[in-house]
C-alpha cells in the first residue's frame, strides 16, 4: 500500500530556509544579544551602585555611633570629633590595590535652632554628611546622603561612661 500526502511540496522548498527568513532570523537574534548584554551592564551598575550606598550608610552610622560613647565636653571638641574625614569603599585594602570609591565626609555639631532657648545649653545636632563620585562614562556624578542625630547633656554618654 503506497500512501501519498494530500499536498504534494517539491524538494526546492523543504530543502532550506529563504534569504529573507535567514536575515530576520539574524536581526532578531541580533535584537536579543544586544539587549541581553545592556540588560546585563545596567543590573551590574544597579548593583555597584546599591553597593555605595551601603557603605555610605555604614560609615554614617560608624560616625553617628561614636559620638554616642563621647561625653559633653569630648562632643564638642574638634579632636574628638573631626570637622571632616576621608573614608574608603574598602578601608582594608592596600593603597597600590586600590581602596575603590572615596568617600568625604563632613560632621558639623550646632546647637538646634528650632528648639526653645532653654535647651539651647543642653541640646546638640550632630549632622553627618558623606559625599562620592561616580563616573558614567566621562560624566562625574556626585552622590552624597546625611543623617542627623540629637544629643543631650545629660543622655546616655553619661550611662556608658559612668559619670
Excluded at 4 to 12: E, T
Excluded at 54 to 59: D, F, K, P, V
Excluded at 67 to 80: E, F, I, P
Excluded at 131 to 146: D, K, L
Aim: no cysteine; charged share 15%.
Amino acid at each position: 500500500m503506497n500512501l501519498k500526502p494530500a499536498q504534494s511540496w517539491s524538494r526546492r522548498y523543504t530543502a532550506a530556509h529563504s534569504l529573507p527568513e535567514a536575515i530576520i532570523a539574524v536581526l532578531i537574534v541580533g535584537t536579543m544579544m544586544v539587549s541581553l548584554y545592556a540588560g546585563f551592564s545596567s543590573g551590574f551598575a544597579v548593583v555597584q551602585l546599591a553597593r555605595e550606598n551601603l557603605r555610605a550608610t555604614q560609615i554614617l552610622l560608624q560616625r553617628l555611633e561614636s559620638v554616642r560613647l563621647y561625653t559633653w565636653s569630648q562632643l564638642q571638641d574638634s579632636a574628638y570629633v573631626p570637622p571632616t574625614f576621608t573614608d574608603y569603599f574598602d578601608p582594608a585594602a592596600p593603597v597600590e590595590q586600590g581602596r575603590g570609591v572615596k568617600y568625604a565626609g563632613s560632621v558639623n555639631v550646632t546647637a538646634p535652632a528650632d528648639f526653645p532657648a532653654a535647651y539651647s545649653n543642653d541640646l546638640r545636632l550632630v549632622t553627618v554628611s558623606v559625599y562620592w563620585t561616580n563616573y558614567n562614562g566621562e560624566a562625574a556624578i556626585v552622590r552624597g546622603r546625611r543623617m542627623q542625630t540629637l544629643v543631650a547633656r545629660h543622655g546616655i554618654q553619661n550611662y556608658i561612661v559612668g559619670r
